[in-house]
């Protein structure tokens, strides 16, 4: 057993503040800017060639999935996406955290999922500190254009979460929710 002291990135992933200019984590967000950049350099008529690039950069990603460019995310590799999972153009997934999304997840264009955050207290934000909460997608998801999921809910299988919505705090499943912050307003039909 190792005496040594967790790593930064270790840190990261279990939700205690880490310093984000870690050598370890820069190269790993270098690695993951590359990989988007091919990404959005793909011909748009080569499918292998963006599956190819999008199972590099992401944790795993389930058969059928479609990202289109441009996408942005920190490392990718704490990102996973089920089957069928679609992403509309410009969507951006800080994944500090895992960030698990389930199958036939449909992202409109805009969509910000975010797992970072940040101190309260301004002098430790000026320090370097950030932290970061796990978001869990669940299955047959709809998250309209524009929305923002943010660090630490969860969106119960079958939700949609209306164009524009702030989610700040978990949805349950089978409901629909709006506005900012989001709230349900009804289950879905």
């Not at 955290?97 to 409109?108: F, P, Q």
């Not at 998250?143 to 299988?157: E, F, L, N, Q, R």
Request: proline content about 6%; some cysteine.
């Amino acid at each position: 057993m190792s005496d040594a002291p967790p790593s930064m990135r270790e840190r990261m992933l279990a939700g205690e503040r880490y310093l984000a200019d870690d050598a370890e984590l820069v190269a790993m967000r270098r690695r993951a800017t590359r990989l988007c950049a091919e990404h959005a350099a793909t011909d748009p008529e080569d499918a292998d060639g963006r599956t190819a690039i999008l199972s590099e950069l992401f944790g795993s990603i389930g058969p059928g999935a479609e990202v289109t460019a441009p996408f942005r995310c920190d490392y990718g590799v704490h990102i996973t996406a089920g089957e069928r999972f679609y992403a509309n153009f410009n969507c951006v997934i800080l994944d500090c955290a895992a960030v698990t999304i389930g199958d036939r997840v449909l992202l409109g264009p805009g969509v910000q999922i975010y797992a970072a955050t940040h101190p309260l207290d301004a002098k430790t934000r000026a320090e370097g500190w950030e932290s970061a909460a796990p978001v869990t997608i669940g299955d047959d998801v709809w998250i309209g254009g524009g929305a923002i999921v943010c660090p630490g809910v969860t969106i119960g299988a079958g939700s949609v979460i209306g164009a524009g919505s702030v989610v700040t705090r978990d949805v349950p499943s089978g409901m629909i929710a709006v506005g900012n912050p989001c709230r349900v307003i009804k289950a879905a039909t």
